[in-house]
């Protein structure tokens, strides 16, 4: 039992940690084009380091929301099994609410249309995200030869035959 706990949470950690890291990549993307559009940023702080590290924050919350949802609502099933349409919505429910747990941190005056607006960006990048870590998982379970009838013909248009 503890052990079965154990290896759930390190999944999760891991899930949360990868996202975050990509999520932080995005991140200073974002800061690097508002700090160039907008030099006075660079007065206040280093906007690429503020948007990475939030981002960052994010991608680990929505890592972890989608994977806790994705064992809860598709535990029993083997990733062959998993359908990248649920696994989408279950990435999008797990991203989407991050915004809300983060309003503590919001500036004063933040309008609840810069809520939403966070909202859909975060269940965007969920949605996103969470089909391609499963794509990425089948195309590890294939690689290391643990299962060949992996793909289902709906899938393999989407992730590749791996011929290419």
């Known amino acids: 039992m503890l052990s079965g706990l154990l290896r759930r949470l390190r999944g999760l950690t891991g899930v949360g940690l990868t996202w975050g890291a990509l999520w932080g990549t995005?991140?200073?993307?974002?800061?690097?084009?508002?700090?160039?559009?907008?030099?006075?940023?660079?007065?206040?702080?280093?906007?690429?380091?503020?948007?990475?590290?939030?981002?960052?924050?994010?991608?680990?919350?929505?890592?972890?929301?989608?994977?806790?949802?994705?064992?809860l609502g598709e535990g029993s099933k083997r990733l062959r099994e998993l359908s990248l349409k649920r696994v989408a919505l279950w990435g999008i429910l797990g991203s989407a609410a991050v915004p809300l747990l983060f309003l503590p941190f919001f500036e004063a005056g933040t309008s609840i249309l810069d809520i939403l607006g966070a909202m859909g960006v975060t269940a965007m990048l969920g949605g996103s995200f969470a089909p391609g870590a499963i794509a990425i998982a089948r195309r590890a379970e294939l690689a290391a030869g643990e299962d060949t009838e992996l793909l289902g013909s709906d899938d393999a248009a989407l992730i590749g035959d791996g011929t290419t």
């Not at 907008?38 to 503020?50: E, G, V």
């Open 26 to 71: 995005i991140g200073a993307g974002i800061g690097f084009a508002l700090g160039t559009l907008d030099p006075f940023l660079w007065q206040i702080s280093n906007p690429i380091i503020d948007w990475a590290i939030g981002m960052a924050a994010y991608g680990f919350v929505s890592g972890v929301g989608f994977g806790t949802l994705l064992s």
